[in-house]
């Protein structure tokens, strides 16, 4: 028995738009690192056809804060972008947060994995992104949905 089942969110394909590092030239190795998550930040977004309400592109882009008083070994920035369908019988109030949501989370895994790939190629240990969930995303956005319906007059 398998305990796994296909997800009603499928990335027909990703590209790489942007995959930068560069070696911060003054990090100083005796010295503690002063890498912290407010450095990051991270965008992402959805683009939708209006005649296509079971696709979308998702735009994820990651970037560790170019502070020259922080200790830290890189700077980093990446952009990436996917095709992302949902099954078309997948509840039609839910596929736009899914889309995002499920999109995001994906992406978000390639750029975790091209930014310790990146990295581990510099003199300085690699840095391995943390695991972040985009679902609280979704949340927001299906109670924005809710207080917008009740509060029509």
């Not at 089942?5 to 030239?25: D, G, R, T, W």
């Not at 056809?49 to 994820?60: C, L, Q, S, T, Y």
């Not at 992302?84 to 947060?97: D, G, N, Q, R, S």
Request: proline content about 5%; some cysteine; hydrophobic content about 35%.
């Amino acid at each position: 028995m398998r305990d796994w089942h296909l997800s009603p969110v499928e990335c027909k394909n990703y590209v790489v738009l942007e995959a930068h590092m560069e070696v911060n030239k003054d990090f100083d190795t005796e010295k503690p690192l002063e890498l912290v998550l407010s450095d990051l930040e991270i965008q992402h977004s959805l683009h939708q056809g209006e005649d296509k309400p079971n696709e979308g592109i998702v735009r994820v882009h990651v970037e560790m804060k170019h502070d020259q008083k922080k200790n830290v070994p890189y700077h980093v920035r990446v952009h990436l972008a996917g095709n992302f369908a949902i099954a078309a019988a997948f509840p039609a109030e839910k596929k736009e947060m899914f889309l995002k949501t499920n999109g995001a989370s994906i992406l978000f895994g390639v750029a975790r994995e091209l930014v310790r790939d990146l990295t581990s190629r510099g003199p300085h240990n690699q840095i391995l992104l943390p695991t972040i969930s985009f679902a609280e995303v979704g949340r927001k956005t299906k109670q924005e949905e809710t207080k917008k319906q009740t509060a029509k007059p």
